[in-house]
Every structure is written in structure tokens, then in C-alpha cells.
């Protein structure tokens, strides 16, 4: 007999034949996050099981965090003798209250008796000893799962996790990580989804310092917890922002230097091996995301740009990003390199045909070429 974690997955259960892949990296990606509590993960029978953990309730935190996981709930595996089980059911129902339903199981057909004979005799057993409890079938406060596989695995608390899809079933992009609050909740999103990705973060010494530096190191670190470790490029870009500021229209100024942003990001993305970019742009936010200005941004791009807040309002990034919990490192007021040069008047409006005569007097391969080989790389643990 032992106390082991239940983990159920979600989506990964639509993926046919490419299933056994999915449930692969899941089990891995739950092994690395288990492995600092001595944790033992195995997958059989359509489940993944986590034991031999050093703290129960690190273990949940740690696993309902890995994306791909559906629900946790803590459970007991015996052998599959039905006295033994009942004697456990009974044991684990004595400290509840309120009212329950058994839900049996039996997925080992052997197992003598059917999974509607085992719900009705361990809830009689869980009735006669606990008189704080009784039985309603249509909307129990507590469900104790009783189920018959290679082992039997009583449990009754049910605690939701992120869900999505696991790390490294869903490409290989590269997120525009500013010190601010959106991007590392678009990373986040994105990397929900099963994205494994680089950051990329512009910084223009001696406009922005090293605190702001540390900042964006910082937020990568709590994103890559997710994968396991991430790389951050350090594009060194005050030139390229001095030269946009002496020589193109300041209206224009932040829409070509997003315009430069993106061009260098797609070279260092395609050489990290990614397919696409990602960023934290949610539309009409500033004048730089109007659905004009973004148009103007993608058309210097031969790679999606993925933009997963561009439907949502600031609190709602706000209320992800607590909950994810970069907050408060994205609140600290350090400069970015984008506020630094900001146009008093920008365009909301811009004209795509109008911005090669816009960026005419720079010399556009030569300084994209200087910020890709002047790029630093980190790589930060998770
Ligand atoms: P955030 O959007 O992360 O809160 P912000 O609001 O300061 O930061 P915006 O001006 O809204 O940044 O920039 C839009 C997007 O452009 C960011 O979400 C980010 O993806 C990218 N970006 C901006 N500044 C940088 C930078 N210094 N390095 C890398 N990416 C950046
Ligand atoms: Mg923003």
C-alpha cells in the first residue's frame, strides 16, 4: 500500500494516434518537476501516477502546474482485495462531512465483483461508520473514486490543474520579452499551448540599465520553469534607435523601431530553429497596436507573429500575470528601450506604402546584421 498522486490529463486525450507521443512528454515533463521532491512517475493504463514524494502538497503545486495536466486528486494504491479496500475507503472518508456518492471503476474485468456492486457496498460500509455523512447521488459535496486497474486507487479530492497542452507538442517559436507586463504573459499563453520558445529582449545601453536587464532575466527565469530552462538573446539595439531617432519622422519613430524589432527577431528565431514570433501586442492598447500599425509590423516578416492577448483587456493580462505570479517583477520601473525614444505625436494610422520612404536614409541590412552579431545569449534555468 502506498499514497500516490492521480494525475489526469486533458486534451492530449484528442490526439489519436499521436497519443503515445503526447503521453510521453507529459510523463517527462512531470518527471522534472517531481525530481526535487524524490518523486516516482510512471504512466499505465491511461494515467500517470506520481510516488514516493517527500511532501504531498509540493508535489500538487509542482504538478498542476505542468501543462497538459487536467486534475490532480491524492490517492492510496493497494492490492485488489476488496476487504483491504474498503477497510481504506472507510478510513479516508472518517474525517468528511456532508454528503458523498462512491463512483466504482472496474477497468480489470477480473476483478469479481462489477463497478456497480463495488459503489453499493463501500458506500454502505462508508455509511454505518460515519454518521456525519450521507448519500446523494445527483450532487455529492464529496465523489470517493474507487477504481479496479493493475491496482486498486481510492481517492476522493479532486484539485483542478493549468490544463493545455505539454511542453514541446507545440512548436518552437521566439517571444519579444520586454520588461512589461504582457509579454511574459503572452510567453505564457503561448507556451500553455505546448510552445517551447526562446526570449528575445532589446536593451539600449546606456538608456536602459542593468536592473532592467536583471528584470527581463528574472521574468524569463519564472517562465522557464515551465520547460525546464529557456535562452534569452540580448540584442544590443541603441544604435539602431539612435540612428531611427536622427534620420526617420519622429511620428513614425516607435512604428519603425517595432519594425526593426521584428526584422532582427526573425533572424534570431529562424537560427534558434523557430517558426514563429511572439508577442504581447493586444489591439488599440497604444498607438503602435492599432490594426493599421500591426499590419505595418508583419509586412517586414517572412514567420507568423503570434499575438495571444490581442483580444484582451489590460486587468485581464493583469489578473494572468498575478496568477502566473511575474507581476510583480513586471511592475518594477525600470526604463525599456521603447520608452525611451517615445514620438509626442504617433500615428495611428500609418500607411504601409509609406514606410520605405520613411526608413529610406538607413541602411536596413547593415544594421539588422550588427544587432544579430552583436547578440548576447543566456541561457537561465528553470
Ligand atoms: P509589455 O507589453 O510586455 O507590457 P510594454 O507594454 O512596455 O511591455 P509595448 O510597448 O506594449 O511594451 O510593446 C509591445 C510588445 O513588443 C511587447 O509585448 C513585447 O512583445 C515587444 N517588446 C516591446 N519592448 C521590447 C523589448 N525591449 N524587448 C523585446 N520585446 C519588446
Ligand atoms: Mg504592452
Known amino acids: 500500500m502506498q499514497d500516490v498522486l492521480l494525475v489526469r490529463y486533458g486534451e492530449v486525450f484528442l490526439k489519436g494516434a499521436n497519443r503515445p507521443h503526447f503521453l510521453k512528454v507529459l510523463t517527462d515533463n512531470i518527471k522534472r518537476v517531481v525530481k526535487p521532491l524524490g518523486g516516482h512517475v510512471w504512466l499505465s493504463d491511461s494515467r500517470v501516477y506520481v510516488s514516493q514524494f517527500t511532501d504531498l502538497q509540493a508535489c500538487i503545486d509542482r504538478v498542476t502546474k505542468v501543462f497538459g495536466v487536467y486534475s490532480v486528486s491524492p490517492a492510496v494504491e493497494m492490492e485488489k482485495d476488496f476487504e483491504v479496500i474498503a477497510e481504506q475507503c472507510v478510513k479516508l472518508m472518517a474525517g468528511y462531512s456532508g454528503t458523498f456518492k462512491v463512483f466504482g471503476k ?63 507538442t507545440g512548436g518552437k517559436a521566439a517571444l519579444l520579452l520586454s520588461g512589461g507586463i504582457d509579454s511574459p504573459v503572452a510567453g505564457y499563453q503561448m507556451m500553455k499551448r505546448g510552445v517551447r520558445m526562446c526570449a528575445i529582449h532589446f536593451q539600449s545601453p546606456p538608456y536602459t540599465g542593468e536592473l532592467a536587464r536583471d528584470k527581463v532575466l528574472q521574468l524569463a527565469k519564472k517562465l522557464a520553469w515551465y520547460t525546464g530552462g529557456m535562452r534569452v538573446y540580448m540584442v544590443p539595439f541603441t544604435k539602431c534607435q539612435l540612428e531611427i531617432h536622427e534620420k526617420c519622422p519622429e511620428e513614425l519613430g516607435t512604428l519603425i523601431t517595432r519594425r526593426f524589432m521584428m526584422r532582427i527577431a526573425e533572424r534570431i528565431a529562424r537560427q534558434f530553429g523557430a517558426q514563429a514570433l511572439i508577442t504581447g501586442e493586444s489591439l488599440g492598447q497604444v498607438a503602435s497596436q492599432t490594426m493599421e500599425a500591426l499590419g505595418c509590423t508583419d509586412a517586414v ?50 500607411k504601409l506604402e509609406t514606410m520605405p520612404k520613411a526608413e529610406e536614409k538607413l541602411d536596413v541590412e547593415a544594421l539588422v546584421n550588427a544587432c544579430v552579431e552583436g547578440t548576447e545569449m543566456i541561457i537561465v534555468e528553470g
Do not use: W
Open 106 to 168: 472496474r477497468s480489470d474485468k477480473k476483478f469479481p465483483m462489477n463497478s456497480m456492486e463495488i459503489a453499493m457496498e463501500i458506500g454502505g460500509r462508508v455509511l454505518e461508520s460515519n454518521p456525519n455523512l450521507k448519500v446523494d447521488v445527483h450532487k455529492p459535496q464529496h465523489k470517493l473514486m474507487v477504481e479496479i486497474r493493475d491496482n486498486a486507487y481510492i481517492c476522493v479530492d479532486e484539485i483542478m490543474a493549468v490544463g493545455g497542452m505539454p511542453s514541446g
Open 301 to 350: 516578416v517572412n514567420m507568423p507573429v503570434f499575438r495571444p492577448l490581442i483580444g484582451n483587456d489590460k486587468t485581464e493580462i493583469m489578473a494572468i500575470a498575478e496568477r502566473i505570479d511575474t507581476y510583480e517583477t513586471s511592475i518594477l520601473p525600470y526604463e525599456d528601450c521603447c520608452t525611451v525614444f517615445t514620438p509626442r505625436h504617433p500615428v495611428t494610422k500609418p
